[in-house]
């Protein structure tokens, strides 16, 4: 089973900041790597898929990169509604599809 | 506008049984890998079950392997998560997901807003 371990579990930021979500594989993904966010009482919501593909309806600023066994999630001028938690999932190896432990973005 | 519901979460004994309901709307639903995800409370994501769009292929996480089924009635547009000997481990909210093709899940495209199962006695 893929583990997948994200970095910071908690980055307090302002807004207008920019935040950079890191994901660790503790394997090889290649490029399948998505990264979700959720926000309290809702579900959460694709952001990116297949480490930089921007899912449909979500703004330029967030972006996602990398490749093998590191990736970032960057939030460029966060914006309030941006304060949230989010997740990254692998989809190279499965089942399991598996997902990291989370970072929380607060202000 | 892709449209999932949830429904059949509630209060289960140990041991017990539940039948949780997706009702999908907005999409060929027959052509898209389903599945279900959960979150225990106050905690991470984790992936449950899937099943193939046409083929019907089923797929679990080792720790519901042989208590959960998964299946679809894609007549209906409706995905079901059958749950037996249900443990307070299996606590949590359980989102149904679209994925984004046919053949596998791959990933979640739409969730729906989730429904609460709680194991009890």
Redesign the interface.
Known sequence: EIVLTQSPATLSLSPGDTAILSCRASQSVQIYLMWYQQKPGQAPRLLIHDASNRASGIPARFSGSGSGTDFTLTISSLEPDDFAVYYCQQRYQWPPLTFGGGTKVEI | EVQLLESGGGLAQPGGSLRLSCAASGFTFSRYAM?W?RQAPGQ????VS?IGGSDGST????SVKGRFTVSRDNSKSTLYLQMTGLRAEDMAVY?CAKG?IATH??????????TLVTVSS
């Open positions: 599945s995800v991470g994501l984790e992936w899937s797929y679990y996480t080792d989102y984004p899940p791959y990933y979640f495209e739409s969730w729906g807003q989730g």
